[in-house]
């Protein structure tokens, strides 16, 4: 018999999962997060929840807030089942289930006062975000864009903030005023220098209101980097499916994702924080070489099989890895052009390190999908892919795989498939794009224009060069004739 997922239930959902060995009710927050999304509970909420199990950390609970729109739904169906949440884990080998409970509440969008309020509670001491690539209002090079709509309405209304940034602000500012210590800002999202990033966007829009609360935060505000990792897709009836046929349980919103996990950071928290290096995590002098690792090795590797699959009409990541072109153009780019430019890792062979991550991406059971990789390539291709087609190049190396990475994007964003297929578009930018990869066709200069997601790379004759012989061979000879080439060593013009 089914078990709708409650607090109340959970003596009955232990039938066939595994339930948090402390009682949830003890919780209290210390942790207020932005982005209550797949990835956060798969990860940040799941080594919270290794650590409560221990009998400890109990005041370093997740207190969610939401900004969207759509966090609204996450709030309502996460509220319903008392904030638990059912996690699968699936190796090979393995599928097992667990249920978490380290989050007291969510607070939903457009209760601002009630997140300005919590943000300024002294108990918060760390404020955490996943607001995915595109949220962190920069440019290709990684900038702070003070241009930016959003950016501009909350600088003129810090009081009625709409943004993440904007929402921190506020709180800060009332822990200022009332003397309370500030909270630390940690960043788990997948871009280089996360700390940094945030602490620059943070300041960034502080200053165009108040200079000197600016400098008070440069002073007082901890904004560790960190990197983080596990494959994580997205729910959807499958996964709903799954877990009630399988496990008994039903979740109004479960997490599917797989087994291996990492994360690791500096070690910056003034106000405090859980002891979570007795769980697994790695605590770093320097996170940048592990994280330059995984986000050129595996995110990059991610973006570059995307395209690929889906002109040839593939939906699930293992099915990409299980064909043999698109296998071995992955082993080969990673090989020839991006591991060899990736900085040396502590007690990390890269090789042995992509090994690792294509076994990965060949878990039958995780149901990860290429639309998944293939969307939001506006955010992704710049931080992803262009920069070790920058560093290449900087170092007068040859780009032709990175080269075709770019495009087989731009022949996507043509919008159908070598079979005829219409391609469904998932990206803030998808209107250009899709409008300049049409005129590239002809001028592939045209997919180059945007500034914003190639910078100083379009201004390579080598990198124009490339692209443009890549993009032909592509529409002449179509995506699986034009890997052949590639792999041959014959892509060259």
């Given at each position: 018999m089914t078990v709708k997922l409650s607090l109340a239930s959970l003596k009955d959902v232990a039938r066939t999962a595994a339930v948090p060995a402390y009682d949830p009710k003890s919780l209290t927050p210390g942790i207020l997060h932005f982005g209550v999304g797949n990835?956060?509970?798969?990860?940040?909420a799941i080594y919270l929840d290794d650590l409560f199990n221990t009998g400890k950390a109990h005041d370093w609970a997740i207190i969610g807030a939401g900004v969207m729109p759509s966090d609204a739904a996450m709030r309502d169906k996460l509220a319903a089942q008392d904030f638990l949440t059912?996690?699968?884990?699936?190796?090979?080998?393995?599928?097992a289930a667990r249920v978490t409970a380290p989050m007291t509440d969510i607070i939903a969008p457009g209760e601002t006062a009630a997140l300005i309020e919590k943000l300024a509670d002294p108990t918060i001491r760390i404020v955490s975000m996943t607001i995915t690539e595109g949220g962190y209002f920069i440019d290709a090079a990684g900038h702070f864009n003070p241009a930016h709509p959003a950016i501009a309405e909350d600088s003129r209304n810090p009081d009625s903030p709409k943004t993440v940034f904007g929402l921190i602000l506020a709180g800060l500012r009332e822990r200022k005023a009332r003397g309370i210590a500030p909270f630390t800002i940690m960043s788990c999202d997948n871009i280089p220098g996360n700390g940094e990033v945030t602490e620059n966007t943070v300041i960034g829009l502080a200053k165009l209101a108040d200079p000197d609360f600016a400098r008070w935060i440069h002073d007082?505000?901890?904004?560790?980097?960190?990197?983080?990792?596990r494959i994580t897709p997205a729910t959807g009836q499958?996964?709903?499916?799954?877990?009630r046929n399988d496990f008994d349980i039903d979740d109004n919103w479960p997490v599917f994702c797989e087994e291996f996990k990492q994360w690791v950071m500096e070690d910056n928290f003034p106000s405090g924080r859980p002891r979570l290096e007795e769980v697994g995590v790695q605590f770093v002098p320097d996170v940048a070489p592990y994280e330059l690792m995984k986000i050129r090795i595996l995110n990059g590797g991610h973006a570059a099989i995307a395209y690929p699959a889906a002109l040839l009409d593939i939906h699930f990541v293992h099915e990409a890895m299980e064909h043999p072109l698109i296998r071995a153009f992955l082993a080969k780019l990673e090989?020839?052009?991006?591991?060899p430019i990736v900085p040396p890792v502590p007690d990390t062979d890269l090789n042995d390190y992509y090994g690792l991550i294509e076994r990965r991406f060949l878990n039958p059971k995780i149901g990860d999908t290429i639309p998944r990789l293939a969307q939001d390539g506006s955010n992704r291709q710049p931080k992803f892919i262009l920069p070790s087609t920058r560093d290449r190049l900087a170092k007068g190396l040859d780009i032709i795989g990175l080269s075709l990475v770019s495009a087989l994007w731009c022949r996507y964003f043509a919008g159908t498939s070598d079979s005829g297929r219409e391609i469904v578009f998932n990206d803030a930018s998808a209107d250009k794009l899709h409008a300049a990869a049409l005129k590239a066709r002809d001028n592939p200069d045209a997919f180059l224009v945007f500034d914003e997601i190639f910078g100083e790379v379009s201004k390579s004759e080598l990198f124009r060069k490339r692209f443009a012989h890549a993009l032909s061979t592509l529409w002449r000879e179509g995506t699986a004739r034009t890997l052949e080439l590639y792999l041959r060593d014959e892509l060259v013009k």
């Open positions: 990835f956060h509970r798969a990860h940040q059912t996690v699968v884990e699936q190796d090979n080998n393995r599928t007082n505000v901890a904004f560790p980097n960190s990197m983080v990792d499958r996964e709903i499916g799954i877990l090989k020839d052009e991006i591991i």
